[in-house]
């Protein structure tokens, strides 16, 4: 079994940052894309940031030059730093990762996690 665990949502002002922090623990063999993604209150949910095991790295459009998505070197972690937030940003943000799992990687499994809430208000 693998488990994500988040960290680090909360209320901001507009302007200020937050960092997320998400862990992997379980049975992991290895992790492909591990991600960000959010669903603010009535929308549908959506990818923020992902980042590759090859480091590869995609923005959603209204949060390129203000998010930066970054992983550790074991490939377990992964943190989102969000600066000049704005009001449009409060979501639930959840983890994701696409880990291969069991003996010898034999498992391919779409992971998530709890989800943190990020609230931007004055």
């Known amino acids: 079994q693998v488990q994500l665990v988040e960290s680090g949502g909360g209320l901001v002002q507009p302007g200020g940052s937050l960092r997320l922090s998400c862990a992997a623990s379980g049975s992991i063999f290895s992790i492909n894309t591990m991600a960000w993604y959010r669903q603010a209150p009535g929308k549908e949910r959506e990818l923020v940031a992902a980042?590759?095991?090859?480091?590869?790295?995609n923005y959603v459009d209204s949060v390129k030059g203000r998010f930066t998505i970054s992983r550790d070197n074991s490939k377990t972690m992964v943190w989102l730093q969000m600066d000049s937030l704005k009001s449009e940003d409060t979501a639930v943000y959840y983890c994701?990762?696409?880990?291969?799992?069991?003996?010898?990687?034999?498992?391919?499994?779409?992971?998530w996690g709890q989800g943190t809430l990020v609230t931007v208000s004055s």
């Open positions: 980042v590759g095991s090859d480091g590869m790295i």
């Open positions: 994701y990762a696409n880990v291969l799992g069991g003996s010898g990687g034999s498992t391919d499994l779409a992971v």
